[in-house]
């Protein structure tokens, strides 16, 4: 087997040097020559306290099971301490250390717990020295100065017997593996209440969906009875419909926003008349105009075919800003509605209302990642917050943009431009 000074890189001369580096000098050898017998008679005191204080703490008593190791420890102990101080610092001693300290790095045994034997030892003799030579503090300092840096010199060793046996390693595998488990722990709690969100979710859409669609199928009955949709009772049964629809509306982009939160919409393209589409939202809106009094306008519809957008997500767009504007714009308030074809393979379906316009914040928010603020004030209804976001999300799904244009003092124009081809 390769000596551990070879494979470590570490042989005499190299001590020596290091010993130079300590002011580890002749006089230093000499001192330590002189309290050598001290050492003798104080050694097997010093292991007993050194093994009295391990077996009380269970991170190192650990290691400490068996009797005949404990009493194989001491002998070593003792003879190591005896030969800091006589040494000779020859190849023998520098691949004894170097073993002892693989070997602690091997089993585990903490380098915390291997320095803090070094301080108990040092203690004990450092009390010990003044008894005996108290007389000479001169001396007694001297001989400690010395003994220091032997046991420096010693710990410098086993730091490279701990680097050398994979302790370092070892710890970081640990550390790693620890922060691996942690996050494993993280995810599957965090996919728990996921399930849980979702799972309430569905529980509260399908306890709303229930009595709005029952309140839609009552009004659609007193339709077919009474169909004059301008006058009563057919007229409040028509607003029924027509708010139970926008309520859906709203269930659907709260679902939406929680099952695509990064914007992943399932995407469905198909070919249809884009213009024909706006229409039909404009006409399965009017009823809901005309309860607030709002003047809903359709000018400029060109025929625009799109051959690969969603129609289901354009309704819901066009849907959603036109119940937006409806809602932030007073009673008796205008929107404008347009569908056209600026330029090739590019629709533009544009809303525009004449209310008291988006503050700052929330035209910066509909481009952003955040949810848009609730805007009040003069508006004929709140709104919940999410048509927007969704129709931000909707359009980038297709390829498309929303924004805002300027209409003079007052007033808010959105544009919704998606591609066609």
Known sequence: MENLVDLIGLDVPEFERR???FEFTDDDRARLAEISKFVEEIAGEMVDRFYERLSAFPETALFLREPQLIQHLEQVQRAHFVQLCTGPYDTAYLESRLRVGVSHARIGLSPQWYLGAYL???????????????????????????????????????????????????SLAEVHA???????????????????????LSMVVHDIRSPVTAMMATARAGLRRFRDRAEPPGKQFDLIESSGQNVLHIIDNIVTHARAPGGDLPLIPERFNVSDLVRE????????????????????????????????????????????????????????????????????????????????????????DGPLPTRKGGA???????????????????????????????????VVALPTD
């Not at 488990?181 to 979702?198: C, D």
């Not at 519809?301 to 997500?313: G, H, N, P, Q, S």
């Not at 007073?330 to 929107?335: F, N, R, V």
């Open 19 to 21: 010993m130079r580096f």
């Open 120 to 170: 108990i030892q040092m203690r004990l003799a450092g009390h010990r020295l003044f008894q005996r030579y108290g007389s000479d503090p001169e001396r007694v300092e001297s001989y400690l100065d010395s003994l220091w840096k032997i046991v420096a010199l010693d710990i410098a060793l086993a730091t490279d017997a701990y680097i050398y046996g994979g302790y370092i390693e070892r």
């Open 178 to 200: 620890y922060e691996a488990e942690r996050a494993r722990e993280t995810l599957e709690a965090k996919q728990g209440e996921e399930e849980k969100r979702q799972e309430l």
């Open 281 to 368: 939202c404009v006409d399965q809106l009017l009823p809901f105009a005309q309860q607030t009094a709002h003047t809903l306008t359709v000018r400029d519809l060109e025929t625009v075919f799109a051959k690969r957008l969603d129609r289901v997500l354009v309704r819901r767009v066009v849907s959603n800003l036109l119940v937006n504007a409806c809602r932030h714009t007073p009673a008796g308030g205008h929107i404008v509605v347009s569908c056209s074809l600026p330029e090739a393979g590019r629709c533009r379906i544009t809303v525009t209302d004449d209310g008291p316009g988006l503050p700052l914040q929330v035209q910066t928010s509909i481009f952003g």
């Open 380 to 414: 004929a209804y709140v709104d919940s917050g999410l048509g927007l976001p969704f129709c931000r999300l909707a359009c980038h799904r297709m390829g498309g943009s929303i924004s805002i244009e300027p209409t003079g003092e007052r007033g808010t124009r959105f």
